[in-house]
């Protein structure tokens, strides 16, 4: 596949954009936060091989990669789990399992907590949950200035081998978190840093993941500096359905980072 390949659909009054491929049962792969994120830069590796399991769906949540950013919309997780389903019903699926990277892993949190009749199986990537202490990534995202040299500085502190950081990819990030409004979505999402002291970061708290009735497989990389082990670990504490796989020598990127065990936990777990 490539980036010519983008579909949109409308959904909760946004044009969305979106790639789809395969077939068999629905399988949604939301992408995670960050400057000049979209379904393209989070999947692009890994939509294909999946797609000879399942019939896969790759969107661009509400305000970031290339779907609309809306002035005046107040953009919270009940807001992108209502734009997650009205996705799914534009494009015919009833209900699906997901994987969920970041703040995808977040939105697919809410869509078991209040759609939980739309979901299947669940798939965790260095999901946020809990309070916890705002990391250097998280930070970085937030204060990050459009420019090539920003975007590779930032992404460097993202997975645990900095050597997969390209230029073509880092040119990429760049020009989509360039776009007019990109980065005010991503700051609507990330608490400022504070200029002294400790920035908490809140996930979904505990009593709401213990709401969780899906069967859900938790991925995290013991080295992540974006969003930290221990939420992995709380969620798997919390979801009462949950396992927890975390990968050595591994940090936020772990469909990158992993690919082949990625592929292969994802195919076995979500095709079972």
């Known amino acids: 596949m490539n980036e010519?390949?983008?579909?949109?659909?409308?959904?909760?009054?946004?044009?969305?954009?979106?790639?789809?491929?395969?077939s068999g049962e629905p399988l949604l792969l939301l992408h995670g936060s960050g400057p000049g994120v979209s379904g393209?830069?989070?999947?692009?590796?890994v939509m294909a091989e999946l797609g000879q399991h399942f019939h896969v769906y790759v969107p661009d949540i509400a305000g970031f990669g290339f779907t609309e950013f809306?002035?005046?919309?107040?953009?919270?997780?009940?807001?992108?789990?209502?734009?997650?389903?009205?996705?799914?019903?534009?494009?015919g699926i009833d209900k699906a399992s997901l994987v969920?990277?970041?703040?995808?892993?977040?939105?697919g949190v809410g869509?078991?907590?209040?759609?939980?009749?739309?979901?299947?199986?669940?798939?965790?990537?260095?999901?946020?949950?809990?309070?916890?202490v705002q990391t250097p990534g998280l930070a970085g995202a937030w204060l990050y200035e459009p420019t090539v040299a920003n975007m590779r500085q930032l992404m460097e502190l993202f997975p645990?081998?900095?050597?997969?950081?390209?230029?073509?990819?880092?040119?990429?990030?760049f020009e989509?978190?360039?776009?007019?409004?990109?980065?005010?979505?991503?700051?609507?999402?990330l608490p400022k840093p504070n200029d002294e002291g400790e920035?908490?970061?809140?996930?979904?708290?505990?009593p709401a993941l213990q709401k969780i009735t899906a069967q859900t497989l938790v991925l995290h990389g013991r080295e992540d500096k974006v969003v930290p082990l221990e939420c992995g670990i709380r969620l798997v504490q919390n979801i009462p359905n949950a396992d927890l796989f975390v990968f050595g020598q591994c940090g936020h990127w772990v469909q990158t980072e992993q690919r082949t065990k990625f592929i292969r936990m994802v195919t076995l777990f979500v095709g079972e």
């Open 70 to 91: 809306k002035e005046g919309t107040t953009y919270d997780i009940k807001f992108w789990v209502n734009h997650l389903v009205e996705f799914m019903d534009a494009v």
């Open 40 to 45: 393209w830069t989070n999947w692009g590796g």
């Open 4 to 22: 010519s390949e983008r579909k949109f659909v409308t959904a909760s009054g946004h044009q969305t954009a979106y790639f789809e491929c395969g």
């Open 176 to 189: 989509a978190s360039n776009r007019p409004g990109a980065q005010e979505a991503l700051r609507k999402l």
């Open 111 to 132: 869509l078991g907590v209040f759609a939980p009749a739309r979901l299947n199986k669940l798939v965790l990537l260095g999901t946020p949950a809990g309070t916890f």
């Open 160 to 173: 645990y081998n900095t050597g997969l950081i390209t230029d073509e990819l880092v040119q990429s990030r």
């Open 199 to 206: 920035t908490l970061v809140k996930g979904f708290p505990e």
């Open 100 to 107: 969920g990277n970041s703040f995808g892993g977040a939105v």
